[in-house]
């Protein structure tokens, strides 16, 4: 729940259609995009891509990704862009491109690429997508469709509890290309890297790390993951390798192979998963340091932590459990609640004015109806901390209120103000730098570490299949707390 802020609109762009010719392929396409528009919309939306993912305080990560992804952009059909390489702050396992020249990695990738030619691998696929103008023509077909772009849905399809879905142009970067312009993008990466002397190996090594990835943790529902966005059937793999082999002078190795150590001197410390500015999860609690909060959920329950929202489900039911920021708020606490309830299609049953661990809050029970849900009963307090006024509710189908009422309100009982020395203790769990010792397994490396991560996603991250043994001697990342 990071930065808490609404979701802004995008400026419209006026386009008229036009045949344009594709840069990387020499053919003519229907496109609503001039160049100039291309890189008017890139520029636009990446400051809406800054204000709601955030951009990694590292200057040195920065310069170093935007120094790899230059030399390939300058290799391809289109070097006279206005490029740009952000690493953008998400735990998200992602990287995506804006028409125009404007490329992303999260900080959630670059702990799972196991050397620099993987990087470059992740950053010549997206590369591919701006120089073909893949982008630009998703845009085309979206703009031509009509179609009403979701940026986030965590536990429930189409829905967001009590917010309308927002629609902006980062919905642009959450739509899934076709295979062809898949392949077409993984090709385009793997003649740009062997242009600049990586080997052309890194496309095929990246989408490895990432297929693994998908298979042993199942598809990331927060910020959609790479593979959400960027389909991968199982061929994609043999696919760019069969083309490398076709294509010994197109995509020949041009350079040394770089060796690992090169992206580990930049990723070793990187925050991996929450950081402070979004909230961190520890177990079953949130904690927001910058925010002061803490709030505790019930025990297994599952916990996704977003732009705007944080939320847990139970495992076995639609049992919700849903903070909020309520934008907006001032006057009479009461009155807030009723009218925020009332202008998301709730009806209040009961409601009083209560003290939460020293904080002002009304606490109701409604009932209303939610897209993906259908009908709900809800357990609702509006509590006033600081400046801010929170959302903090347990909803449910009716039948199951009652038995998940007692589990409702424990958690909203538990919301508190983090005293300063609580906060500062809130530290976020980073990637270190390890050397294997004789006879460590994934599992001995996992529970000395703090067993934060599974031992199959320590093997993932240093481009091992899980059930492959860690060798003696080797460096590798791991995730350690504080």
């Known amino acids: 729940m990071y930065r808490m802020r609404a979701h802004a609109a995008a400026a419209a762009l006026v386009m008229t259609a036009a045949c344009a010719v594709n840069p990387a392929t020499g053919k003519k396409e229907i496109s609503l995009m001039s160049e100039a528009q291309e890189i008017q919309m890139g520029q636009q939306a990446d400051a809406q891509v800054k204000q709601e ?12 990704v935007s120094d790899v992804g230059m030399r390939l952009a300058r290799s391809s059909e289109r070097p006279n862009l206005p490029w740009h390489f952000t690493v953008v702050d998400e735990p998200a396992v992602n990287a995506f491109a804006l ?9 959630g990738i670059l702990a799972f690429l196991h050397d620099e030619e993987q990087l470059a691998g992740v950053l010549g696929h997206e590369i591919g997508h701006v120089t073909a103008r893949h982008s630009a023509q998703q845009y085309t077909k979206a703009t031509g469709a009509g179609v009403g772009l979701t940026l986030l849905s965590i536990f429930v399809p189409e829905a967001r509890p009590l917010q309308g879905a927002a629609e902006s142009a980062l919905g642009l970067l959450f739509l899934k290309y076709g295979r062809d312009d898949e392949l077409q993008a993984d090709r385009l990466g793997a003649q740009y890297t062997s242009r600049t002397g990586w080997d052309p190996a890194g496309v095929a090594g990246m989408l490895t790390t990432l297929q693994r990835l998908d298979e042993a943790s199942g598809e990331n529902r927060g910020v959609p993951n790479w593979l959400s966005t960027h389909p991968a059937p199982a061929d994609r793999v043999q696919q760019i390798t069969k083309f490398i082999q076709e294509n010994p002078t197109a995509v020949g190795t041009s350079g040394a192979r770089r060796a690992n150590e090169n992206l580990q001197r930049y990723v070793d410390g990187i925050i991996f998963g929450d950081s402070p500015s979004d909230g961190i999860i520890r177990g079953n609690r949130f904690l927001h340091p910058e925010l002061r909060l803490g709030i505790t959920f019930p025990q297994g329950w599952e916990i996704r932590n977003s732009a705007t929202e944080v939320l847990a489900k139970a495992p076995d039911r639609d049992n919700f459990l849903l903070l909020q920021l309520v934008p907006g708020a001032r006057g009479n606490l009461q009155e807030i609640a009723q009218a925020s309830m009332a202008n998301a299609g709730f009806r209040q049953l009961q409601g ?9 809050a009304y606490v109701g029970t409604y009932q209303g109806t939610l897209q993906g849900l259908g009908n709900v009963a809800m357990l609702a307090a509006h509590i006033v901390q600081g400046n801010n006024v929170y959302l903090f509710a347990g909803l449910a189908p009716p039948n199951q209120f009652q038995g998940a009422q007692q589990q409702f309100a424990a958690s909203i009982r538990s919301f508190q103000q983090l005293s300063a020395s609580e906060a500062a203790a809130v530290r976020p769990n ?5 050397t294997v010792r004789g006879g460590e397994t994934w599992q001995s ?10 031992p199959s996603t320590l093997a993932i991250m240093n481009d091992y299949e899980p059930n492959q043994p860690p060798r003696a001697g080797d460096r590798i990342k791991i995730v350690v707390e504080g």
């Not at 993912?53 to 200057?59: I, K, L, Q, R």
């Not at 980073?430 to 390890?434: C, G």
Request: no cysteine; aromatic share 8%.
């Open 99 to 107: 028409p125009g020249g404007q490329i992303y990695v999260t900080r």
């Open 352 to 360: 009083e004015v209560t003290n939460l661990n020293g904080l002002n």
């Open 430 to 434: 980073r990637v270190d730098i390890y």
């Open 445 to 454: 490396i996992a529970q000395r570490s703090g067993g934060i991560v599974k």
């Open 53 to 64: 993912m955030g951009v990694y305080n590292d200057p040195e990560l920065q310069a170093y």
